[in-house]
């Protein structure tokens, strides 16, 4: 029992249902490496006594948690109207930390008078009730602007008023207030946006402090009902490209598809910096740093330095030998090789940075380490590091796995022209990245650019070193046991840790998503269920021997509702599979897209049978696919399954899984015809796939995404969950139905892909008839 309620403390499961009426406990060993891992000590019982005690005696005492959430407009939480008579509160703003002159008085249920300058300033409102006085410290900022990329400014004057709201963030409907939510107490002045320190000083007891974050009631949502593209980004060669598609080529995507064929946006893979290796993981979904985007994904000659070269040959030459990559992809079979990408733009990056850059560039750089601070240097750092000593800094010398340490700084000197060296390649992919979602906003996109958030980082990358203390060394994300795979899942992605966060006023969250969102139209997170909970798996432990590990949902949600906002940046979650309840409910409240695959789509609590359109929701991303799905015409084809049997992926016979799958493809077919949306009548795949489009475009849902792969008939899927060499995970062109790579180029002129997007596109309504009044017609 002791174990349980330590556990339960601190945010462990010791049990996790599968299913509505089966309750799985979890091995005792598992809960006591999750805990060490979280710093408590629960390995004999009189260390989980004395653990239970002190958390015990740590949660009686204190009067906040440790993290807070406003949500602006709404009544303020529990915690801080039931807070004893007398208590004084002091919010400081974000990003100040000189401290606050003296309190002035107001008088009760007035407001706090605007200030000017840039020092942080308190006042004190005298009231009534339960809470004595409160003091609000903000501070000025310069006049507002409503843009949609720049932060809005923390307040030009506080007020006992909600904070003004950038125009992005007006376009999102208010949500509604809770079922009987309690009206706000006539003390409370509801703080600036932004993550804040909050103190309190109760009388003759000791002050407090927490974090506070104080968000906006919901993320931007779309303007308009889109559609748009989903792709992998090194899938898509153009014939510029060197060896795979680049941020180029996502320009240009995005470009041509807004201008020609409406559409609204254009959805990517993670471009987080891959772990340096030979060979490199291949997976975006595994990447070194989530906060950093990788240099592989350049256009070398949009680089501006690249016409100012010293040695043009040599840049002729890199340029030839990554068109063999290309030519070897594109016509002789060859898989993506993207080592051999980055060995040649690693080559003519090095001749582009020997290139002074003008005043006005330089000037640019400096801005842009300045804005970056610390988090680049780590980067950059490791990077330089990783070229020495190998990709796992677990296997450095000593002294170097300490980012602090005197070796380390001594190394950072010594390699200082390596460390300027990454650095400028974040700053030109940064440039890029920039360029990319000017381009689909000039192409007339709604929302633009969609960037991609994995769940989690390699155990050995640059992520993990700079932040050890964020992270739970020696366990692994994954997922438990359930209908589909009896043996669950370990990703080998260390999380971090909760209690880590949150005594750092979720530093590494919000810097995080700071980066992803600077040129994102949207932000689609993947597992989004994570920001709840997630599956931990003790290293050496199989994953059926795993425990759920919560966060403080709530703040982790106000922290990504607040960035979005400054962002101006829709939020889709992929929460595909088993949620937690309350989960979808809660994301939907903020204004956090779902994500609904045509495939899932069926009436799971009643008849079984796939949704009518009109029952889809209407707050979701919807697809017909995914990139570790099988593409339409696989799905329609029964493609899919004969891959798997070759590949000794099957549980069942081939007879069964066939006649299982044809028995869910004839439901969706059957309701397509029964809805007209397939006049062609049955046996043709090509028009299958555009009736599939149709039945998305009938639905409510906000954003109907296309499998770019799927508008040639491409019948391979680009990852295949169950393999490592036994599939080319992440490595494939996309190629039409016979198997043939296609180049952007080509795709643009392909009439299959014209015949699926009339589909999608826009309908111009017919003129209406005007019929002039009796008394007006003429004789």
């Known amino acids: 029992m002791g174990l349980s309620r330590l556990a339960a403390l601190h ?3 010791t049990s996790f249902s599968p299913s509505a009426d089966v309750t799985v406990p979890v091995p005792d060993g598992t809960v006591v490496a999750v805990l060490a891992a979280l710093g408590v000590d629960a390995a004999t019982p009189e260390a989980v006594r004395e653990a239970l005690a002190a958390a015990e005696s740590a949660a009686a005492s204190r009067l906040l948690p440790a993290t807070l959430v406003v949500w602006s407009g709404e009544p303020p939480p529990p915690a801080l109207t039931a807070l004893p008579p007398g208590t004084e509160l002091t919010v400081r703003p974000e990003e100040h930390t000189a401290a606050p002159p003296a309190p002035m008085r107001v008088p009760a249920g007035g407001t706090i008078p605007a200030v000017s300058g840039q020092d942080p300033v308190r006042a004190v409102l005298s009231v009534e009730g339960p ?10 900022a310069s006049t507002a602007t409503a843009t949609a990329t720049a932060p ?24 509604p207030a809770p079922p009987e939510a309690p009206a706000a107490p006539r003390w409370w002045a509801e703080p600036p946006l932004g993550v804040h320190r909050l103190t309190v000083r109760p009388p003759g007891a000791p002050a407090e ?3 506070l974050v104080v968000a906006p009631a919901r993320v931007p949502q779309p303007p308009e009902r889109s559609h748009g593209f989903l792709v992998q980004l090194y899938s898509l060669f153009s014939a510029r490209s060197w060896g795979m598609g680049d941020l180029g080529d996502l320009a240009d995507l995005a470009s041509w598809s807004g201008r020609c064929l409406g559409a609204g946006f254009v959805q990517v893979n993670p471009l987080h910096a891959a772990v340096l290796g ?3 993981d291949p997976s975006p979904y595994r990447p070194s740093s989530r906060r950093f985007p990788d240099p592989v994904h350049l256009r070398i000659e949009s680089v501006p330095e690249y016409g100012h070269a010293p040695d043009p040959a040599a840049l002729a030459e890199l340029r030839r030998r990554a068109g063999e990559l290309s030519e070897a992809v594109l016509s002789k079979g060859a898989l993506i090789d993207r080592d051999a990408v980055w060995a040649l733009k690693r080559q003519a990056l090095g001749i582009l940075v020997g290139v002074p850059l003008t005043p006005g560039r330089r000037a640019a750089y400096c801005d842009f380490l300045a804005e970056q601070g610390q988090a680049l240097e780590d980067h950059a750092l490791w990077c330089a590091l990783a070229e020495v000593h190998g990709s796992d800094w677990h296997t450095w010398p000593a002294g170097l796995r300490d980012p602090r340490s005197k070796e380390t700084a001594r190394a950072r000197a010594e390699l200082l022209d390596r460390v300027d060296f990454h650095c400028r390649l974040a700053w030109l992919t940064d440039a890029q990245l920039a360029a990319a979602q000017r381009a689909a906003k000039d192409a007339g996109m709604a929302v633009g650019i969609v960037h991609d958030l994995a769940v989690g980082v390699h155990p050995g990358g640059a992520d993990t070193w700079a932040q050890q203390e964020a992270f739970a060394h020696g366990m692994s994300v994954g997922a438990p046991p359930d209908a589909f795979n009896a043996r669950g899942q370990d990703w080998g992605l260390p999380p971090w840790r909760p209690d880590a966060l949150a005594a750092s006023g979720y530093a590494p969250y919000r810097g995080l998503l700071r980066g992803l969102l600077a040129h994102a139209g949207a932000l689609r997170i993947d597992h989004v269920m994570g920001l709840f909970r997630l599956w931990w798996v003790p290293e050496g432990r199989p994953p059926t021997e795993g425990t759920y590990v919560s966060h403080d949902a709530e703040a982790m949600l106000a922290v990504l509702v607040l960035e979005a906002h400054r962002a101006g940046t829709v939020v889709i979650g992929e929460d595909l599979g088993t949620v937690e309840p309350g989960v979808r409910e809660a994301l939907a409240r903020r204004g956090v897209l779902g994500t609904s695959v045509l495939w899932f789509e069926r009436d799971w609590e009643g008849t079984g049978r796939p949704l009518a359109p009109e029952q889809w929701r209407e707050d979701c991303l919807a697809t017909a696919t995914t990139h570790d799905l099988p593409s339409t015409a696989a799905r329609l084809t029964g493609d899919h399954v004969s891959l798997r049997h070759r590949l000794g992926l099957l549980t069942r016979s081939l007879e069964e899984e066939r006649t299982e ?11 397509l015809s029964r809805l007209g949306m397939l006049p062609e009548g049955g046996g043709d795949e090509e028009a299958a796939v555009r009736a599939v489009h149709r039945f998305l475009l009938r639905t409510p849902a906000r954003m109907a995404g296309v499998w770019l792969p799927d508008t040639i008939g491409d019948r391979r899927p680009q990852n295949l969950p169950g393999t490592w060499d036994e599939y080319p995970n992440w490595r494939l062109p996309i190629a039409d139905a016979e198997g043939h790579p296609v180049t952007l180029e080509e795709l643009a002129a392909s009439p299959r892909l014209h015949r699926l997007m009339d589909v999608l596109r826009p309908r111009p309504e017919p003129p209406r ?11």
């Open 209 to 211: 402090t927490c974090t």
């Open 11 to 13: 945010g462990v499961a």
């Open 661 to 671: 799958d044809g028995t869910d493809t004839a439901e969706w077919l059957g309701l």
């Open 152 to 175: 809005p400014p923390m307040a030009t004057a506080t007020t006992a008023t909600a904070p003004t709201v950038t125009a992005a963030a007006r376009q999102a409907p208010t949500a």
């Open 131 to 140: 809470a004595k006085a409160m003091a609000v410290t903000a501070a000025t």
């Open 278 to 280: 030979d060979p490199t």
């Open 769 to 779: 008839t005007r019929t002039a009044p009796p008394g007006a017609r003429p004789s």
